[in-house]
């Protein structure tokens, strides 16, 4: 199985002068685009029929490879629209998908980095606009470079690929609780992340948008990303799937949620945080799925009971008002969430872990 993940190198490097010839060349090739997405709205076409022919209809001062890269996007542009029955597409000039025909990375001199070379744009030279790594981008140290960029006007995406092998075929499955108590919470009865909520109160503490709130936001992001990173580090090496509860419209909800937790939901980037799980699920070849979360925590987990009351769950401690279970909510909330999956249309061939480690 092949991954591929994306990182951003800003232009601030770049003299005037070369960002002005940089956004003279995305403006032209913008205007190709246009004329493309034009001719193939209105007729269907397939990429085998991208031939030089066609790349030298528009009348362009661009290279003839600048024009096919053009052409290209164009294509994936309308094909993308019209297979969501959306409006013509527009290329604004924002950005542009250069493919490793008319742009090249090469190893840094001066203390750069890194240069992005820009070839092929049909004035006969070539010209450089330096770069500088960063962590993220040394993350992907070891993986291979894909032979396209994204060229923005502030910053430019480079793509890297790594080959992980399959996706693992163990049948046992482990649900994650998300919350604001514990940031994970699995159904084997581990807890990662208790600082979570003093990471949120930090940044209500913040003037919005000043400097001070982007850093605190800034820290919060790093959290999460730390302890989604040692929770796979400390991944049973028997999982083979885990299910996350699908997160979404928490921040509404007026009568059911009070104004002060609405806030604290505000500065939760809970979107975050599952694609971050998803991506490390892939690096570890760990199958991933959700499930609707509605109700997990007011659910008894007891197979021959599964009493669903709001007053089950008092703060962090939940009580069946039936049978009597008690135990950690979250926790609860994880074990009706593996349950949610296996009980479904897709979870019939899974066995979760809790019940591997017991030995039943």
Request: include cysteine; glycine fraction near 6%; proline fraction near 2%.
């Amino acid at each position: 199985m092949k991954i591929k993940r994306s990182s951003k190198c800003t232009l601030k490097f770049a003299t005037e002068s070369k960002k002005q010839r940089l956004y003279e060349i995305m403006n032209e090739y913008s205007r190709v685009v246009n004329i493309f997405i034009d001719m193939f709205w209105e007729n269907d076409f397939v990429a085998g029929q991208l031939t030089k022919d066609l790349y030298a209809i528009p009348a362009s001062g661009l290279s003839a490879r600048m024009r096919q890269c053009a052409a290209r996007e164009a294509l994936g542009m309308v094909n993308g629209a019209k297979e969501a029955k959306s409006t013509k597409p527009r290329h604004t000039g924002k950005k542009c998908i250069w493919s490793s025909q008319v742009v090249g990375l090469e190893s840094g001199r001066n203390h750069f980095d890194l240069w992005l070379k820009i070839h092929s744009t049909g004035t006969g030279d070539s010209f450089y606009i330096p770069l500088k790594q960063h962590f993220h981008f040394n993350q992907y140290a070891d993986w291979n470079w894909a032979t396209s960029i994204i060229v923005h006007r502030e910053y430019i995406q480079i793509s890297f690929e790594k080959e992980v092998g399959q996706k693992s075929t163990s049948p046992y499955a482990l649900g994650i609780d998300v919350g604001i108590n514990s940031l994970l919470t699995a159904s084997n009865k581990s807890w990662f992340g208790d600082q979570i909520k003093a990471l949120i109160n930090k940044i209500k503490r913040k003037k919005q948008h000043s400097k001070a709130y982007k850093r605190a936001k800034k820290e919060l992001s790093y959290y999460l990303h730390r302890i989604v990173k040692i929770f796979f580090n400390q991944l049973p090496k028997e999982v083979g799937l885990i299910v996350v509860e699908r997160l979404k419209s928490l921040k509404k909800g007026k009568g059911k949620r009070s104004k002060g937790f609405r806030k604290t939901l505000s500065h939760w980037n809970y979107r975050e945080l599952l694609k971050v799980i998803q991506m490390r699920a892939e690096e570890n070849r760990v199958r991933f799925r959700t499930v609707n979360p509605a109700k997990t925590s007011q659910t008894c987990p007891v197979p021959t009971c599964s009493h669903t009351q709001r007053e089950n769950r008092v703060g962090k401690v939940f009580q069946c008002l039936r049978c009597g279970y008690s135990d950690d909510a979250d926790y609860v909330g994880s074990l009706n969430i593996l349950t949610r999956f296996l009980t479904g249309q897709y979870g019939a061939g899974f066995k979760a872990f809790h019940e591997f480690l017991s030995g039943k």
